[in-house]
């Protein structure tokens, strides 16, 4: 490993924390601020009266369904109906109905799993009023429900959890669109489009012809990375120059998937007022993360069996990165191609800037188990740390086991209810993956998908029923869309998004009308490195036990063959 | 119903903030503080587009730098980008590295004495992730400088020396990895004349 390539990791983690730790704080006070702003005082007086009054967790759960639904019609009929719309300059015809149907389901659940080709599918309008903006709303949707419930932990003897549209408007105001504003600027600088033109027209150098594609693609992409959604303006996502087109938009692109997710986490210690708790979830996430590039990164610079026999010249030098290039691109080399494909698979971002399908069998099984885990290192923003709530209860719970003891977590006690919650929050997402993946290789039609031969076939169909239902979005992106996988997939996305979700909730209405009992000797901590590391291994035995007979079939198969 | 209405009227205001307003305010900025980027990073030369900076193009002829190989079609498609997907133990993998391992090999062999495939860089033989990567190592830029030389009666040094202006370092130095803008060398070659 070169310096230059150690540096960059180590300023990416430092720079991260430096910026993540006062946003955190400042998310913090944005939620806890008792009065309304002028435009939610006009919002709540357009409402109607009561409009603006705080929810108990049915409420807040019937407002996020019902604006979900919504989002998911007008979505759905801004793609079918491109063609005959305006802001389509390149003249695309309107999204064939499975496309849209996953794609939908894909932007409403804050997925961003492209059956879909960019550039070459999306109208200019799909793009910005249709995609983008749900990369706005889905984020901020899981932002919002991450706030109720954290309000539920930290309140006593309550009913209510917040109000759905006051959360919803902060989170997308105060957040999400002056961070974006800000990226956005940086991109376009240095060479992302911004324009309402057709494509662009060349005469290349040997006198051939070249279309150019191009658009509103900044302001789009900011919020894409900044959201943990990654679905490409481009379909080679942020592997295209366009959309990533330096070492400076590379790491800035990279730092916005883990900002906001990492910053949720700081935002809950502050909160709840166990400050030092936050930073130990922290640390287990950071953790998990650092294990990742630590084995993917020397997987990929090593190579793959193919290029190593073919005799090219894959050793690093001072004059190219070396390693696995096969779809790479030469300014991100193998070091910023291994931390983007390991935070985008911890965060639940899912845009990638290199193709997960041409990754050596234990290079690609990082993404792929970093997924399976449940989107809780790091993780979607706010649907990350309400996953990760669902691992510590089960840990405390186990520590409780362990002592005799009635678990507790930062004062409430943990019973029956919380503990069935947070088992179906953990283990339904996996358990469908699993079954999704079980009927797609042996159904023809399910088959139908798979791109590459033999293990490796396996890997990707696996890939993506866990990508979809975990809410990630990254792919093997050799498996093809077929009206089955479309619909099938569909399905994975919305239960995925919304039975963790509605758990979460659930456990927050449950946790608030609890009262304080105080820490007693026989408490278990949560805000030491004993919890961390029980925290850790919680995660690794149910969802990593989990995936560890598919990966025997799918990368270690592969892995051990050639 | 009133979750359903209120649902409404934020999608329809949010669509028109954000959907509408938002992009038009940037596109507005850019169009005002960076043209030349919010268009797309156009090249021209003698006023007519050629290409984009950040988009690979085809090169067959022998009196240019080549571009790495790519998964799109056609090749080169800065309108349709995509990987090329191939797994990394994929028979069609095999089969396309000893394609551009032979090609190469020929096109470069009779300029660079003695050349193996060990010499060959690895990006030059694998597909880019985009399919428009705009850049090749400086190590695929050194093989193919002797070639390009010969082809043009040019000085090695004069070659080399274009190939270091046309490389894009890392960002501020430490971002990212170096390399070689392939259309921005081969221009800077057609200007300094030579065949």
Sequence with gaps: ?562 | MRNLVQSLAAIVALTALLGFGYPALMTGFASVAFPHQAAGSLIQVNGAVVGSKLAAQQFSSPKYFMERPSGTAPAYNAAATTFANLGPTSPVLVKNVHTAITAILKLEGPYNPGLTVHEIPVDAVTTSGSGIDPDISQAYAALQAHRVAAVRHLPLATVQKLIAQNTDGRSWGFLGEPGVNVLELNIALDKLGGN
């Design chain 1, 1 to 562: 490993m070169r310096p230059e390539g150690i540096a960059q990791i180590l300023l990416y983690a430092v720079v991260l924390i430096a910026l993540a730790y006062p946003l955190g704080v400042f998310m913090a006070r944005i939620y806890t601020r008792d009065r309304d702003d002028v435009i939610e005082r006009s919002m709540f007086r357009l409402f109607g009266r009561n409009s603006g009054k705080e929810q108990d967790w049915k409420g807040y759960a019937k407002t996020v369904l019902v604006f979900s639904a919504v989002s998911s019609a007008v979505l759905y009929a801004i793609q079918r109906l491109q063609g005959d719309l305006f802001l389509n300059p390149d003249h695309l015809k309107g999204v064939a109905p499975h496309v849209a149907l996953n794609t939908t389901a894909s932007f409403i659940t804050n997925t961003n799993w492209q059956y879909y080709g960019g550039e070459y599918t999306m109208s200019y309008l799909t793009q910005m009023a249709g995609l983008a903006v749900q990369n706005f709303v889905s984020a901020g949707v899981g932002i919002a429900v991450l706030v109720a419930v954290v309000r539920g932990i930290a309140r006593r003897s309550s009913n209510e959890l917040g109000n759905f549209w006051r959360d919803l408007y902060r989170t997308i105001a105060y957040i999400l669109v002056p961070l974006s504003i800000l990226l956005a600027v940086v991109l376009i600088w240095q060479g992302v489009p911004q324009t309402f033109h057709a494509h662009a027209t060349a005469t290349t150098l040997q006198g051939a012809h070249q279309a150019i594609a191009r658009g509103p693609a900044g302001s789009q992409i900011s919020i894409k990375q900044l959201g943990t959604n990654g679905g490409g303006y481009y379909n080679s996502n942020s592997a295209v120059p366009f959309e990533n087109p330096t070492g400076l938009t590379n790491f800035l692109e990279m730092l916005s998937i883990l900002l906001i997710p990492a910053a949720c986490v700081f935002m809950f210690g502050k909160m709840v007022g166990a400050r030092r708790h936050g930073w130990m979830v922290f640390a287990s996430m950071f953790a998990v993360f650092a294990i990742g590039v630590a084995i993917n990164l020397p997987a990929e610079q090593h190579g793959s069996s193919v290029l190593r026999n073919s005799g090219v010249n894959i050793t690093m030098s001072g004059s190219q990165a070396g390693g696995n290039m096969s779809d790479k691109e030469v300014r991100f080399g193998q070091a910023n191609s291994s931390i983007w494909t390991v935070a985008t698979t911890d965060a639940s971002n899912g845009s990638v800037n290199n193709g997960h399908d041409a990754q050596t069998p234990l290079g690609g099984a990082v993404p792929l188990v970093n997924i399976f885990l449940g989107e809780v290192i790091f993780g979607g923003v706010g649907s990350g740390l309400y996953g990760m709530f669902f691992y510590i209860l089960i840990a405390v719970f186990i520590a409780g086991l362990m002592v005799g003891r009635t678990p507790e977590w930062l004062g409430k006690k943990i019973e029956a209810r919380e503990i069935k919650l947070a088992a179906l929050g953990a283990l339904f997402v996996p358990t469908m993956a699993l079954a999704m993946t079980a009927v797609a290789i042996v159904t023809k039609s399910g088959l139908a998908s798979i791109y590459n031969p033999g293990a490796h076939g396996f890997t990707e169909a696996l890939y993506a029923y866990t990508s979809q239902s975990n809410n990630n979005g990254s792919a093997f992106a050799g498996y093809g869309a077929t009206s089955f996988s479309a619909s099938f997939g569909t399905v994975a996305l919305y239960f995925g998004r919304f039975v963790p979700l509605l758990s979460a909730l659930a456990i927050g209405g449950s946790l608030a009308k609890k009262k304080i009992v105080p820490a007693s000797a026989g408490t278990f901590r949560t805000d030491g490195p004993t919890f961390v590391v029980l925290l850790v291994g919680v995660i690794a035995l149910t969802a990593g036990l989990m995936i560890l007979p598919a990966l025997t079939l799918g990368p270690i198969v592969e892995g051990l063959m050639h």
